[in-house]
């Protein structure tokens, strides 16, 4: 018999329409602050004008996690099983507050549920697929501990994330580059190409223009999957503000890497504040 479970993402998930209408997903929204202006990133998320306000208010912008009582709350209701995931623990604190959300649950309720929360090493698309990958797993008659330990392999062996943006401002604003480093990157106008690996962001390339950086980031892709079976495995492509970019790196990746599933997605609240105007996150398993 297959257990009922439920997929609780954190809003860094960039979701595809046919996610929207799972029966089984929740998501528990991170907040965006801009100056007075305060927003939860959930479904009334306008990308579009929160891009506006950002750049009306010099780039600045800040978030914060949901608290572990959001999470706590979220845990609630009629299933046997709970598989959460959220943004890489190196970016933001939502990762342990989805842990101690778990604790309290556990504290009050003391049943039988069993919960566990995936770290994704990543955010945006990747959060993405891993969600699919979850719900693919638990669909196919796993039990608990088996998507537990195949996910875990999953994200860590099977996963990849790079992303290169036009501006640097809210990186450097929120102190995820050093301020100085970004201040001397753009002095000489140079856009930085970056890989996640195991939670972290490492520089892997750059280029004087932003189209020679997407050009050289579509070709590090290619180059990472180059000999793999890609024919059942998805690309993701989210932007900021820039469908048309989005669209020229999915086809200079597709050119060389033939994935079975390639989507393009607006960013969600969080992916968009700190990738600013122009950026691009490319996602993908193999």
């Given at each position: 018999?297959?257990?009922?479970y439920?997929?609780?993402?954190?809003?860094?998930c960039?979701?595809?329409?046919?996610?929207?209408?799972?029966?089984?997903?929740?998501?528990?929204?991170?907040s965006?602050?801009?100056?007075d202006?305060?927003?939860?990133?959930?479904?009334?998320?306008?990308?579009?004008?929160?891009?506006?306000?950002?750049?009306?208010n010099?780039g600045?912008?800040?978030?914060?996690?949901?608290?572990?009582?959001?999470?706590?709350?979220?845990?609630?209701?009629?299933?046997d099983?709970?598989?959460v995931?959220?943004?890489?623990?190196?970016?933001s604190?939502?990762y342990?507050?989805?842990?101690?959300?778990?604790?309290?649950?556990?504290e009050?309720?003391?049943d039988?549920?069993?919960?566990?929360?995936?770290?994704?090493?990543?955010?945006?698309?990747?959060?993405?697929?891993?969600?699919q990958?979850?719900?693919?797993?638990?669909?196919s008659?796993?039990?608990?501990?088996?998507?537990?330990?195949?996910?875990?392999?999953f994200?860590?062996?099977?996963?990849?994330?790079?992303?290169?943006?036009d501006?640097?401002?809210a990186l450097?604003?929120?102190g995820?580059?050093?301020?100085?480093?970004?201040?001397?990157?753009?002095?000489?106008?140079?856009?930085?190409?970056?890989?996640?690996?195991?939670?972290?962001?490492?520089?892997?390339?750059?280029?004087?223009?932003?189209?020679?950086?997407?050009?050289?980031m579509?070709?590090?892709i290619?180059?990472?999957?180059?000999?793999?079976?890609?024919s059942?495995?998805?690309?993701?492509?989210?932007?900021?503000?820039?469908?048309?970019?989005a669209?020229?790196?999915?086809?200079?990746?597709?050119?060389?890497?033939?994935?079975?599933?390639?989507?393009?997605?607006?960013?969600?609240?969080?992916?968009s504040?700190?990738?600013?105007?122009?950026?691009?996150?490319?996602?993908?398993?193999?």
């Open positions: 018999m297959l257990m009922r439920k997929i609780i993402v954190d809003s860094c960039d979701l595809t329409e046919d996610m929207k209408v799972w029966d089984n997903l929740q998501v528990v929204p991170l965006l602050d801009i100056a202006y305060h927003i939860l990133d959930d479904e009334n998320f306008d990308q579009d004008d929160f891009i506006s306000r950002i750049k009306a010099g600045a912008g800040k978030s914060a996690c949901p608290p572990p009582d959001a999470f706590k709350k979220a845990f609630e209701g009629d299933c099983e709970v598989y995931l959220t943004i890489t623990d190196k970016l604190g939502t342990n507050s989805a842990l101690q959300g778990k604790m309290l649950y556990e009050e309720y003391n039988d549920k069993k919960i566990y929360v995936f770290n994704s090493l990543a955010t945006s698309g990747l959060e993405t697929i891993i969600a990958e979850i719900k693919k797993a638990a669909d008659g796993k039990n608990f501990d088996e998507v537990v330990a195949y996910i875990d392999d994200i860590l062996n099977h996963t990849r994330l790079y992303f290169c943006l501006s640097l401002d450097k604003q929120n995820r580059l050093f301020a100085l480093a970004a201040s001397l990157l753009e002095k000489i106008h140079l856009k930085l190409i970056c890989k996640a690996k195991d939670g972290n962001i490492s520089p892997v390339g750059k280029d004087m223009t932003i189209n020679r950086a997407m050009v050289k579509a070709k590090f290619a180059e990472d999957v180059a000999g793999k079976d890609l059942d495995k998805k690309l993701i492509v989210s932007h900021v503000c820039c469908q048309e970019r669209e020229f790196v999915a086809n200079k990746i597709c050119e060389k890497a033939s994935f079975g599933q390639v989507e393009i997605l607006k960013a969600s609240g969080l992916n504040l700190y990738a600013s105007d122009g950026g691009i996150i490319v996602s993908y398993n193999f």
